[in-house]
């Protein structure tokens, strides 16, 4: 008997996000050991906690995928980016990625709603505000780093940043969340 309750579209765009996701942790891993060896502990660490938050993310899909009754495909990831110039490139390219993994994100979410699979639609509404909270999470720290000085930020203001950064939280306050009491 055929369990499978996932179009073959779908299933094929699950399986593409999960794959994202995986090089979404690769990115995370490779910049963070480019940071370690710049002598970032703190960012460095943030980026390895996100890294291992984005192999969380493959795994919830890969889940979702066996759940429906679906077939997994697990496929080659391809390597990271170059390294990083700056921390400011670091982050700038941490963001650029995230909009890529929301729009792989999107589109599932509007497959999803086209396809009337309200089971995947539900299940995707996690990962967007997930995704919000990712960018709005780069967001601050470019945010920061603009403060600092940008690409031109002193050795003192990215020596207290990344000091910061080991403290981080890895979620951030969203709009969504906020009250007349707690702006």
């Not at 509404?125 to 945010?143: I, P, S």
Request: hydrophobic fraction near 35%; charged fraction near 25%; include cysteine.
């Amino acid at each position: 008997m055929n369990t499978n309750r996932l179009s073959e579209t779908l299933r094929s765009a699950l399986n593409t996000q999960m794959t994202r996701e995986a090089y979404a942790s690769q990115i995370y891993l490779s910049y963070g050991s480019w940071a370690a060896t710049q002598g970032y502990d703190g960012i460095s660490n943030f980026l390895f906690r996100h890294a291992n938050e984005e192999r969380t993310h493959m795994m919830k899909i890969l889940e979702y995928i066996i759940e429906r009754g679906a077939k997994v495909n697990v496929e080659a990831i391809e390597a990271p980016p170059a390294d990083p110039q700056s921390v400011q490139d670091c982050f700038e390219k941490t963001f650029a990625h995230e909009i890529d993994n929301t729009n792989g994100i999107y589109k599932i979410v509007k497959m999803s709603h086209d396809e009337g699979d309200w089971a995947t639609w539900n299940f995707m509404q996690w990962f967007v505000k997930e995704q919000t909270e990712e960018e709005t999470m780069v967001m601050n720290m470019l945010d920061k780093l603009k403060i600092a000085g940008g690409e031109k930020a002193s050795g003192e203001a990215l020596y207290s940043l990344d000091r910061d950064m080991k403290t981080t939280p890895d979620d951030a306050d969203l709009a969504q969340d906020k009250t007349v009491e707690s702006p």
